[in-house]
């Protein structure tokens, strides 16, 4: 059986991020899916997230395509690799780090999975910064 790893915020779901998980159920037998912590949103993003990690985790545990959904580790995103044990690793486009950084990181801790980044999905129209922008806007000329 191959396990396959995807990680992300998921916030606000949209086809991008289904495009994303459809690509990474392809790869192998068993989709895990670690959110990312509302903190760690924050520290990268630079602003919370919209939905709580708990609220996001139960949106992607409900998809009928992912097996399991966890909320990661706080600090290290290299614990929840070595906890699932997956055979790929799936990073979403957008995503960091580099292919080349994990690839070292993973050699380093003796880490088998093989690293696949997904396709864009209609990036343009479909990415959570963009929709929140949307609907910002729109709350905000709609209350004038």
Do not use: C, W
């Not at 995807?6 to 949209?14: C, E, I, N, W, Y």
């Not at 289904?18 to 895990?32: C, F, M, N, P």
């Not at 380093?108 to 093989?114: L, M, S, T």
């Amino acid at each position: 059986m191959t396990i396959v790893l995807a990680f992300g915020t998921f916030d606000l779901l949209h086809p991008g991020h289904l495009s994303y998980l459809k690509q990474a159920r392809e790869q192998g037998d068993k989709l895990i899916v670690i959110i990312a912590t509302d903190a760690n949103v924050k520290k990268i993003k630079g602003k919370k997230p919209v939905n709580n990690q708990a609220h996001r985790k139960e949106l992607v545990k409900a998809l009928k395509i992912v097996d399991d959904a966890f909320i990661g580790e706080e600090e290290d995103m290299i614990k929840s690799v070595e906890k699932v044990k997956p055979d790929v690793v799936v990073l979403g486009y957008d995503q960091q780090p580099v292919n080349i950084e994990l690839q070292k990181t993973f050699d380093e801790k003796r880490i088998k999975a093989k690293i696949f980044r997904a396709k864009p999905f209609n990036e343009k129209q479909f990415k959570s910064s963009k929709i929140k922008k949307k609907v910002v806007d729109s709350h905000e000329n709609h209350h004038k």
